[in-house]
């Protein structure tokens, strides 16, 4: 019975082993085959979006560097239109005040009239106390002590030095016209780039004028004269201390003809002038005639001289139907030095016998010609 039993045991041990091993699966050749691929599929997936991934990164990385080459570029633009504006504006304003049009017509027509003006030695001191023998001091003239000679050195040397202030005061307003129309180019034809590339230019062209300016201002002005030459003898001077004389340039306005108030009858014209800052003390001058004879050969003009301590000047004796030129000038003096100009004006006289009655009823006196 016992072993009766084992076997039914054996048996129901060997049917569940075999129930057990039938459970298990019977993987062949091409079931591995399959899931190696499927694996390989799942594999190739993870791979794949990693991939796709790392792609996008990539893009991210390289769009986020092109903003920020994108902002900085705005910026650099930015920062560049804005110092083209503030460097426009710096030529602009010096256009407008230190060099605008109006200003050098002003130093033009002062120029202009510096050219007309009479150029004088001014000596300081005017006056020296010299003591004589007794020690008693009188009050001497600083002309009365200086040697002719050397005066005449020192207006050369005040002569010399007039012209060459006058040529470079028009020099100078060449070149500050010049640097105007150069500068105002650079404003109103050059875009950004360009107007930014010649920024060092442009900044050594306006220090350039302001110094040319300066200069213009300081020569409109007539300065001292050095020299080296002692006007005064020391013999002279006897018991005086050496002098300590200061010699500089000044100017006299130029005498100018009025149109409105001068005019010629038949026998006789009136004369009158002016200075342009309307000297109240009139100094003497030299109103010169001259008789237009036309370029004749056969007739002979005469002229004549007259100093005038006066501001009008009436002319008889004259020529009826005849053009007479009269010039009028100032007078030279001890320390006269140099004029480049004077006022002339031509005056025909008239030939109706009727003026001739009315102008003689009221003819004023004056200089009478010969």
Sequence with gaps: MRRHGNRRGLQGCVRLGRARRQVKPRWGRGRWTELRRGLTRRVGARRGWHLSFGIMAVTLNEFETSSESTVRSEEQASASWERYLEGRSLVLQFLHYDLSFDYLQHHQSKVELLKKCYFYLEIEPKCVNMRDENHVAHCTSI??????????????????????????????LELLEQGREELSSYVETCDATTFLSQWDL????????????????SLEEPGQLYVKHHLVSR????????????????????????????????????????????ESYLEPCELHMKLLTNGSQTERGYGMVRTVTSDTCVVHNLQPGRSYKFTVRRSDAHVFVFENWHDSMILKTKTNAVEQADSSACAPEGWGGT
Excluded: Y
């Design 202 to 217: 442009i900044m050594q062209r306006l220090s350039k004028l302001s110094e040319l300016m300066e200069t213009l201002l």
């Design 235 to 278: 013999v002279d001077l006897r018991n005086t201390e050496l002098l300590n004389i200061r010699i500089s340039l000044r100017t006299k306005m130029p005498l100018i003809f009025d149109r409105n108030e001068s005019f010629a009858h038949k026998d006789w014209a009136k004369l009158k002038w002016f200075t342009e800052n309307q």
């Design 143 to 172: 002309l009365q002590l200086i040697d002719p000679c050397q005066l005449q050195r020192v207006k050369q040397v005040g002569k010399n030095q007039t012209k060459i202030q006058l040529s470079l005061l028009t020099e100078l």
